[in-house]
């Protein structure tokens, strides 16, 4: 009978001890962890297309850093890769941040669609990009409202066979057409 009270009395003293530790949680670094996901529109001089992406990563007062990757519809599809940087300019009941990026491009499809005739593998290319965007706080998410400028730069290794007439045979020699695509996107999202 002591021996079940002293287990009751331990239970409840333990029990007790959690609840204040829970009453007076103290900020992880989870709390400080955010995603913006966004659903880009992009226009350029060659076309308009749209682009989805999310990036991940870690406030620390004013400043986030993140990683961001997705998918880039415009001209060729493609993959980023990408880190991202936004400071805070306004924190009232929205926040209006600027932010950066930049990373490489892993092309996702084999065929060059605008030009059909060109054959040949693709490359990684660079991708960089700013903008300012306007996030409507809804407690500790946001929508996200914003515009962008960006670019996008797409390697192909065509083929290019040119006559050999000391073999009496066409010979391949491959040429670089390397694309840089000059976009301004508009922006909407959800960051939580």
Known sequence: MK?????????????????????KKQPGWMDQFHSFNTLQVLNGSTTTSLAVNTVNGFQFGKLFTGVGTGFDYYYHTSVPLFLEARFDLLNRKGKMQLFGDGGINFPFSAQNKKLEYNAGDYRTGSLYGAGIDYLVMIKKEAIILGA???????????????????????????????YSLNRIAIRVGWMF
């Open 3 to 23: 021996r079940s009270l002293l287990m009751l009395g331990f239970c409840i003293a333990f029990y007790t001890m959690q609840a204040q530790n829970v009453a």
């Open 148 to 178: 962008a400028f960006s670019n996008k730069t797409i390697v192909q290794m065509r083929d290019n066979y040119v006559w050999n007439p000391i073999m009496n045979t066409s010979e391949n020699i491959p040429t670089k057409d390397k």
